[in-house]
């Protein structure tokens, strides 16, 4: 079994156009739920765990990262409109993360053709990347707008169009 299809002889141009054009979608789809179904914040890192995963589909190196993101945002909700207890929020995310390793663990040892590598590097970077800001969002809040979120979502599709340029040496 495979998770997407760039892992072993690395992704052309046309699976790097189907991640931009998910990452283009799940950029309006995000920023509509939150405009208009009043999506909180809350929601921001299962959002875009399903996005990331669904656009690792196409580019493998993008789907296993998205499976702690996923615990990540699952566990959020949990507690901020869920039934775990607010003060506990810490242990709960932080269990997650646990689950979300462990289950690239459990990929590995199915033999899920996957770089469980490059799978922790890109779960460092998200997790890093993601709760820095969102630490820092406390202080500035515009970075917990859906905007800011759905930017980044678009800055992920700009840079699949330009790796699909040079990978067809255009």
């Keep these: 079994m495979t998770v997407g299809s760039a892992y072993r002889r690395g992704a052309d141009g046309t699976e790097a156009r189907a991640a931009a054009a998910v990452y283009t979608l799940g950029a309006a789809a995000y920023f509509a739920a939150s405009r208009f179904l009043d999506l909180t914040f809350d929601a921001t890192p299962l959002v875009h765990a399903v996005v990331i995963f669904v656009a690792g589909l196409a580019r493998s190196r993008f789907a296993a990262p998205a ?3 996923a ?3 699952i566990a959020a909700l949990l507690v901020r409109h869920g039934p775990l207890a607010d003060e506990r929020e810490a242990a709960a995310l932080v269990v997650s993360l646990g689950i979300g390793v462990a289950l690239l663990a459990a990929l590995e040892a199915a033999r899920v053709d996957f770089d469980p590598i490059g799978a922790l590097y890109g779960t460092a970077a998200i997790l890093v990347f993601g709760g820095a800001l969102f630490y820092l969002g406390f202080e500035y809040d515009w970075l ?6 759905s930017l980044f979502l678009l ?3 700009a840079y699949q169009f330009v790796s699909a340029g040079v990978r067809e040496g255009g």
């Design 71 to 73: 615990c990540w945002g």
């Design 67 to 69: 499976i702690p993101l």
């Design 155 to 157: 800055a992920c599709a």
């Design 144 to 149: 917990m707008k859906a905007w800011v979120w």
